[in-house]
């Protein structure tokens, strides 16, 4: 009896503390926030233990360890036939969300087009619109994000700025 005890208190403190774990969710924006962008219901996948963060990022996890992640959401938004990805991670410190953004971006910065600082974006970002692909990377508190649209054009970049700006805000009003 003593050992099926503890395998139930320890089932039980798992559940809580992955219950207790920030829902990164909330930071992101829901259907239809930003323009007419809606949340690809399939690909909408929080990861807030070390099973989950394999299955999200396999390989690049023990890297990402090193900067003491400890949570990530990754949310797939599209609008008619295009699509947006948001990653966004959660570190244990500022100083390693700095150094993660410092990694993304090194050598990006001379590429054509990028632009820095971002208005509206909180800390350090980049915006970077290159190989078909705009991407703006910015760090805040103790969080990384993400974010990529499928195109360069001034309405994509302009599209990836606005949900950087609108996470930025969340992050710097949730406490």
């Known amino acids: 009896m003593g050992k099926r005890y503890l395998l139930v208190v320890a089932a ?3 559940c809580v503390l992955v219950w207790a774990a920030p829902q990164l969710s909330i930071l992101l924006p829901g259907s239809r926030t930003i323009g007419d ?6 690909a909408d996948r929080g990861a807030y233990t070390e099973k989950g963060l394999y299955d999200l990022y396999d390989g690049d996890v023990p890297h990402l360890k090193k900067f003491g992640l400890k949570a990530a ?4 938004y599209k609008s008619g ?5 948001v990653d966004l991670l959660l570190l244990d410190s500022s100083q390693h969300a700095k150094a993660l953004y410092r990694e993304r ?26 190989g078909g692909v705009t991407i703006v990377y910015f760090w805040q508190k103790t969080y990384l994000c993400s974010i990529s649209v499928f195109g360069t054009t001034s309405t994509q970049q302009q599209t ?3 949900f950087a700006r609108w996470i930025s805000n969340k992050i710097r009003t949730s406490g």
């Open 12 to 14: 039980v403190l798992a």
């Open 37 to 42: 962008w809606v949340i690809y219901a399939a």
């Open 73 to 76: 959401h990754q949310r797939v």
């Open 81 to 85: 036939d295009k699509r947006l990805i």
């Open 105 to 130: 971006i090194a050598g990006l910065t001379k590429l054509p087009g990028c632009k820095t600082p971002l208005s509206g974006v909180k800390e350090q970002g980049l915006l970077v619109p290159s």
């Open 160 to 162: 990836a700025v606005t």
